[in-house]
């Protein structure tokens, strides 16, 4: 089992970045396959963006692609998500999540993160 707590959420003007990170304990963070999603009032959970188990293979959703940048250490047992260029649209709680690499390859779908963090707020202002 892994337990995942995310840092560095806060307020920021639109144009302006910040940088999520996702810190994990209880099993090594090499196990699993890492994701972002995230969640505005009123709107379901959205993919983010994820990373492979090495750090080799990355893949983002559509509306955050050339902005975001997720990225992982694991000798440090982090996850991190860059954002950069932000919009008011980004405001959400965002949740890191981890899935057993052991079951597959990284996924966008979030019935396929086992773990998850409790989140943490981002707001943009315009």
């Known amino acids: 089992q892994v337990q995942l707590v995310e840092s560095g959420g806060g307020l920021v003007q639109a144009g302006g970045s910040l940088r999520l990170s996702c810190a994990a304990s209880?099993?090594?963070?090499?196990?699993?396959?890492m994701g972002w999603f995230r969640q505005a009032p009123g709107k379901e959970r959205e993919f983010v963006a994820a990373?492979?188990?090495?750090?080799?293979?990355?893949y983002y959703a559509d509306s955050v692609k050339g902005r975001f940048t997720i990225s992982r250490d694991n000798a440090k047992n982090t996850v991190y998500l860059q954002m950069n260029s932000l919009k008011p649209e980004d405001t959400a709680v965002y949740y890191c999540?981890?899935?057993?690499?052991?079951?597959?390859?990284?996924?966008?779908?979030?019935?396929?993160?086992?773990?998850w963090g409790q989140g943490t707020q981002v707001t943009v202002s315009s």
């Open positions: 999540a981890a899935a057993d690499r052991s079951y597959g390859r990284m996924s966008t779908e979030s019935l396929a993160y086992d773990y």
């Open positions: 209880g099993r090594t963070l090499s196990m699993y396959h």
């Open positions: 990373i492979s188990w090495s750090g080799g293979m990355t």
